[in-house]
């Protein structure tokens, strides 16, 4: 799994689900225990799985700590400003347009533009 849309979202439940497989697999890795090859790969299934779950959760409050602190540090009044719904929408098309997310299409070349490209070449 790609590590940008594993982060994407809410990390809080993907971390829950990770760390449900892995509590699954070190259940499964203790019913075969009696098999060394397949009770060995659970149990790094279940390792895997768990320091995932982990990880995520502390870039989940990692992520909600350093929200808390920026917002701390907006002025009230540009924040209730920033509640609304067109302003929203007006910052998330500034920020697609400016991420590359909605590429303007390139103008067909004219006339003359075809026609000095022909003499040029």
Request: aromatic residues 6%; without cysteine.
């Amino acid at each position: 799994m790609a590590l940008q849309r594993m982060l994407s979202g809410d990390p809080s439940k993907s971390s829950k689900l990770y760390i449900a497989i892995g509590l699954l697999s070190l259940v499964k890795a203790i019913v075969v225990y009696k098999d060394r090859n397949r009770f060995r790969r659970e149990l790094i299934d279940a390792a895997l799985f768990l320091g995932v779950g982990i990880t995520l959760r502390k870039y989940s409050q990692l992520k909600a700590e350093k929200r808390e602190e920026i917002e701390s540090q907006v002025p009230d009044w540009l924040a209730s400003a920033a509640q609304s719904e067109a302003t929203r929408q007006g910052v998330r098309s500034v920020a697609k347009r400016k991420l590359g997310g909605e590429s303007e299409p390139e103008p067909e070349p004219t006339f003359r533009d075809r026609a000095r490209d022909a003499v040029s070449r």
